[in-house]
């Protein structure tokens, strides 16, 4: 397994056992309306410098559970063997907007032959799922990217894929059609592009990371996103956020 978690600087928190429910919490607005709540929601410590946030991980792994992994043939997204991802828990991680890094620079040949540039995004909200079609929790959370994607307002918001595992981009090309699919991927099965996330950079599969408007890291989602109603507020808090200013 390769050591794609050793950056991150883990805080002490009591562990959660297997299969607890975390429950949701209802967030007040300041203009007095009803919020939506957000699944197992975590904010970045706030840092002395911009980018200097400080990544909080709701759940360290435990070394029984880290071989459990092994066992099953769970491994890192660079992975090899029939489960190739690293279950995560849909562990949300937000990033204030002062310590946020520099936009990601990421481009590329998507899956269906045509070229990508995140650059050309900016001004969006831009949802970025990292996925490949041999993984379960892949498949199971798709239908509710696709149905977020639908509810969301295109003018401001757009979803974008990521392939890292395919043997050949007609494979997830065609995965997509099946699926209903509409925004594109990019083809990355050497896992490249993700290095540009930087120490955001998605360890779990699937991830989820949420740039904002500006094209910096505002969110890392790190396993299954835990429901769309997650993941709807996430983003209209940062379209909210841009909106402001």
């Not at 890192?76 to 520099?102: C, F, I, K, M, Q």
């Not at 909200?125 to 959370?141: F, K, L, T």
Request: aromatic share 4%.
């Amino acid at each position: 397994m390769h050591a794609l978690l050793g950056h991150l600087v883990p805080l002490r928190r009591r562990q959660a056992c297997a299969g607890q429910l975390r429950r949701a919490r209802d967030r007040p607005d300041p203009e007095g309306r009803h919020r939506r709540p957000v699944l197992g929601r975590r904010r970045a410590r706030r840092g002395p410098a911009r980018g200097d946030a400080v990544l909080i991980k709701r759940r360290l792994l435990a070394p029984l559970t880290l071989g459990a992994l092994l066992l099953t043939g769970c491994t890192d997204v660079l992975g090899t063997g029939d489960s190739d991802y690293v279950p995560g828990e849909g562990n949300v991680t937000e990033v204030h907007a002062n310590d946020r890094g520099d936009a990601v620079e990421v481009s590329g040949e998507t899956v269906d032959g045509d070229e990508l540039d995140l650059a050309d995004l900016r001004g969006k909200v831009v949802v970025v799922n990292v996925w490949w079609s041999g993984c379960g929790p892949c498949r199971a959370e798709m239908p509710m990217l696709v149905e977020a994607e639908s509810e969301l307002p295109a003018k401001k918001v757009a979803f974008v894929g990521i392939n890292i595992r395919d043997l050949a981009p007609e494979t997830a090309a065609a995965f997509e059609r099946e699926r209903g699919v509409d925004y594109p991927s990019l083809y990355d099965p050497g896992s490249e592009t993700l290095d540009e996330f930087g120490r955001y950079r998605p360890a779990s599969m699937p991830s989820t990371v949420i740039l904002d408007d500006q094209g910096r890291v505002a969110v890392l989602i790190s396993g299954e996103v835990p429901s769309e109603t997650t993941l709807v507020t996430l983003v209209e808090d940062l379209i909210d956020e841009a909106d402001r200013g």
